[in-house]
């Protein structure tokens, strides 16, 4: 398909090597942090007429949903007490990711039991990944199939470090992202839910399902959406090799055979950093790609203007491999170019200091004018191995959307009267003046961003924490 307006380069931002085709005719809000995206989504539960279908990574049974609506179980069973069909897919983890990952709706004993107790009329089926990966999608998809049908995707998990007023983080809180989509690409959001549900892990054992439902397979999508807008949305994914079989083709494409998995996150990654001309904005909860770090070297060089985000205490690598060695070494040669601004932010405590806040987002903005958002993280496990899915986005008025307020809560200013670069630049200028406004004791600031260390991030703790 032809892109229109700035994207008329002989480089192509979309991809063509995964299950899904561009598709015209949507349109996308940004939900800013867990408590404004709960809000969204509750009120979407709540005037739902056909379904609501959603996939889990995380979810703590107790975690509750904004203005006293009680647990996520109890406003999906409210759905499903009035005739909705609520289905859930829970990531089950195996004996190699377990101990990792204590917080996961997976089906245990104490779960079940749970589940026994309140009797809701839910569906539920369990998925396991590929032996040491995750079921990582988080989506939501609403009267699927029928007008008004709605998804979200992003990277929001179901637990209380979520639960962020946007602007107001603490410590221990994490910092967010979902997106609202409506129009023709739903219909690929349902087809990966029904490619999901139909061949769950665990759907035929005991103790892998839950629901009046669960024994019941689902229908591809059979047409598209109604146009709802004027941006262009690919659905991209990642999909190890020999996890899911059946190849139905998406609405109007052809079949893709999943069987080979699915690494179109990681292609369009690459070919993004690749076509950008002017900025790159990226939120992540890593930076661990080799690959994605030269490409952002070659962007740098040819004088793109880069700012990314990441926690500011990261996993520190006490011994690493020599791949990862590899990998630290790319990303501190990033360090070198006036036009590279490596940061993450910090909330202020009731007691007046600042503490460093978890970035959870996982979004890339290019030149202002496209963008994927979705929950694949840049390390190697959501770029080859998890179950991931993003969505891609061409429309130069809803991504500069996206950065306008994005930077307005990590800078507590307006830049809608900047370009992406003057913007881009001007981040990079308050967080290194905070960063020295921090290391004198100091904990006034613009905003909530500081620069950080790229010659040790991730290889020692960061100073002053």
């Not at 029928?146 to 992003?154: E, I, K, S, V």
Request: charged share 20%; proline share 4%; aromatic share 10%.
């Amino acid at each position: 398909m032809s892109i229109p307006n700035r994207f008329s380069s002989e480089i192509d931002p979309f991809v063509s090597s995964g299950t899904y085709p561009t598709r015209e005719g949507n349109q996308v809000q940004l939900l800013i942090d867990g408590e404004p995206a709960f809000w969204r989504v509750c009120e979407a539960i709540e005037s739902a007429k056909h379904s609501v279908w959603a996939t889990i990574t995380f979810m703590w049974a107790a975690f509750r949903m904004p203005d006293g609506r009680g647990t996520a179980l109890e406003v999906l069973d409210r759905a499903a007490k009035r005739g909705v069909d609520v289905r859930l897919i829970f990531w089950r983890p195996d004996e190699t990711t377990s101990h990792h990952f204590k917080n996961a709706f997976w089906g245990s004993r104490e779960q079940f039991a749970l589940l026994e107790q309140s009797q809701p009329k839910v569906s539920i089926r369990w998925d396991c990944a590929a032996k040491g990966y995750c079921q990582h999608q988080k989506t939501w998809l609403i009267d699927a199939g029928f007008d008004g049908q709605t998804a979200f995707l992003g990277g929001l998990n179901l637990n209380p470090n979520s639960m962020v007023k946007p602007g107001h983080h603490g410590e221990g809180q994490n910092h967010d992202v979902y997106i609202e989509l409506v129009g023709s690409a739903v219909a690929d959001v349902q087809h990966n839910f029904v490619q999901r549900w139909n061949e769950s892990s665990e759907r035929e054992i005991k103790d892998g399902s839950w629901g009046h439902l669960a024994n019941t397979n689902l229908e591809f999508p059979q047409q598209l959406p109604a146009a709802r807008g004027n941006t262009i949305v690919q659905i991209q994914r990642t999909m190890h090799s020999r996890r899911y079989f059946d190849n139905h083709a998406p609405v109007g494409s052809k079949p893709f055979p999943i069987i080979e998995g699915e690494h179109t996150n990681f292609v369009q990654y690459c070919s993004a950093i690749n076509f950008a001309k002017r900025s790159i904005y990226i939120e992540n909860q890593a930076l661990e790609v080799v690959e994605v770090i030269k490409a952002l070297h070659q962007a740098l060089a040819r004088g793109v203007e880069v700012v990314v985000l990441l926690p500011v205490k990261p996993d520190v690598l006490v011994s690493p491999t020599e791949a990862q060695q590899a990998m630290l070494e790319a990303r501190a040669a990033l360090v070198g170019f006036e036009n590279f601004t490596l940061a993450g932010i910090a909330g202020l405590s009731t007691d007046g200091l600042r503490k460093p806040v978890w970035v959870h987002s996982k979004l890339m903005l290019i030149d202002d004018t496209w963008a994927t958002i979705g929950s694949a993280n840049l390390h190697r496990w959501s770029m080859f191995g998890n179950s991931e899915l993003n969505a891609a986005i061409f429309s130069p008025e809803t991504v500069r959307g996206f950065r306008v307020a994005l930077l307005e809560e990590h800078l507590g200013l307006d830049t809608s009267l900047l370009s992406d670069i003057q913007a881009l630049h001007l981040f990079g200028k308050i967080a290194r003046d905070n960063l020295n406004r921090f290391l004198s004791g100091g904990h006034a600031w613009q905003g909530l961003a500081i620069e950080l260390d790229a010659l040790t991030y991730a290889s020692k703790n960061p100073k002053g924490w």
